[in-house]
């Protein structure tokens, strides 16, 4: 992050015709509070003089710190220009654009490789000592959650190289609230208790050397034993808590994007709405489309409808628009989204996903979720947590369509709340949100 924030834009950039575009960063703490109030009001007041007919909202994904997040926000705004000239795309006249990144706490998380920002040689001892520091940072994170009376035998533990099954099952008591709700996006009330958690880590575990991925659940490794009925002291495979404490992170960090949409970013989107006329894009890659929505389901009715929302291979339930989640009589937890936006939501997923086909599941489900990654038809959906990036959205009178290149037209069927759009052709992976499809499905969304 720069040494200070200026007030007013953080860049300008200028698009072809030599207009000038204004650039803000807007920061946010962990708890949702903008640690930037004066560029912050520059920003609205900018929008109260009515200088501008669109505004271009975006939020990063996790572990991107403020050098990862400005570029990829510049890379895919630089794209997306670029796209616009060299197919001589049109734009309503008068188009006046202003581009707001959001910037919010999200690296005490290495989900896997393609997170981790710019590669570090192999072999480079700077290597090990990132690895050790994510690891310290996710640790400490984790603890500011709990009693301070329990942070000193959580840090002991998390430490060990192995837990057996009294620190197991002494671990999971401890962290046992952490597993209270897996937040606003289906409903669950239930907490389960600390031997369920214990069984839900043992079928979650990877193997001794896979420390970036969580492992999927599978049988028993050869020569372990486990009784009939499955009691805790039948488990003989003493646990890594490395991957445990990923795990963790991987709701912290999915709370947190959450605590930010609703609390921060919902007012901003509130004020922005109120200030002018301007119409809002918002656009959301990975924990980022959580805060989007957060932000946009935040309080009651907005003063008016947004424009359109892209979410490029968001990290939430794959349920969170369902008119009602299996299992409840509850919606989607972002249900009540789709009636504010006006244009038809974008939600991206892909196969070549793999975090989110084959891991935030696993992080997020219940014990009683386990069976359901075993059953599953091939393509669906493994469990009520099944990522929406992985699998696209179901039960929300969605239409789910292969992504198109430039210049071939969605068919936005009237009535459709929401288009699933499988990218596996064109996303190779989690961060590979920035190229031509993507862009022309922003531009589809924008220009109409």
């Known amino acids: 992050m720069p040494d200070r924030l200026p007030p007013g834009p953080y860049r300008t950039l200028r698009l072809d ?9 807007i920061p946010f703490d962990k708890k949702g509070r903008c640690d930037g109030p004066e560029t912050r009001a520059d920003l609205i007041d900018k929008m109260r003089k009515g200088m501008y007919t669109d505004v271009f909202l975006f939020s990063h994904g996790w ?18 220009m670029e796209m616009r000239r060299k197919h001589g795309l049109k734009v309503a006249t008068p188009y006046r654009p202003l581009l707001v990144g959001i910037f919010w706490p999200s690296t005490a998380l290495v989900f896997g490789v393609e997170e981790e920002g710019p590669a570090i040689a192999a072999g480079d001892p700077a ?6 520091a994510d690891e310290r940072q996710s640790v400490r994170e984790l603890a500011d959650q709990l009693p301070d009376g329990q942070v000193e035998r959580f840090y002991e533990l998390a430490q060990k190289e192995a837990l057996n099954d009294a620190e197991a099952l002494e671990l999971a008591i401890i962290v046992r609230p952490l597993y209270a709700s897996v937040g606003d996006e289906v409903p669950d009330e239930t907490m389960p208790a600390p031997e369920t958690i214990v069984s839900t880590w043992r079928a979650n575990a990877p193997e001794p050397d896979d420390l970036e991925d969580f492992g999927t659940a599978g049988p028993p490794e050869p020569g372990e034993v ?12 003493r646990l ?20 930010v949409g609703a609390r921060g970013v919902g007012a901003l ?30 309080g009651g009715d907005l003063p008016r409808p947004v424009q359109s929302l892209l979410l490029l291979q968001p990290a939430v339930s794959h349920l969170c628009f369902a008119d009602q989640v299996p299992g409840t009589d509850h919606p989607g937890g972002y249900r009540k989204v789709l009636a504010r936006v ?7 997923f892909s196969a070549h996903d793999v975090p989110l086909t084959k891991m935030f599941h696993l992080a997020l489900r219940r014990s009683d979720d386990l069976g359901e990654a075993e059953i599953a038809a091939a393509g669906e959906p493994p469990s009520v947590y099944a990522a929406l990036g992985g699998f696209g959205p179901r039960r929300a009178g969605e239409k789910l369509v292969d992504i198109l ?44």
């Open 17 to 25: 015709d030599g207009t000038e575009v204004p650039y803000y960063i």
């Open 63 to 80: 572990n991107n710190d403020w050098t990862v997040a400005t570029k990829r926000y510049e890379d895919f705004i630089a794209g997306f």
């Open 127 to 132: 290597a090990t000592d990132r690895a050790v």
């Open 226 to 237: 486990q009784a009939a009925g499955g009691g805790l002291g039948s488990l003989l495979r």
């Open 240 to 259: 890594d808590p490395r991957p445990i404490v990923r795990a963790l992170t991987v709701r912290q960090m999915k709370d947190r994007a959450g605590t």
């Open 269 to 298: 989107l509130r004020d922005l709405l109120s200030a002018g006329k301007a119409r809002l894009h918002l656009i959301g890659h990975s924990y980022g489309a959580k805060v989007m929505l957060s932000a946009i389901a935040a």
């Open 342 to 348: 006006k244009r038809p939501i974008f939600s991206t």
């Open 405 to 448: 290149d430039v210049n071939q037209p969605y068919d936005l069927v009237a009535g459709t709340p929401i288009f699933g759009i499988r990218g596996t052709r064109t996303i190779s992976g989690h961060g590979a949100i920035s190229n031509e499809s993507t862009w022309w499905a922003l531009y589809t969304l924008a220009s109409g």
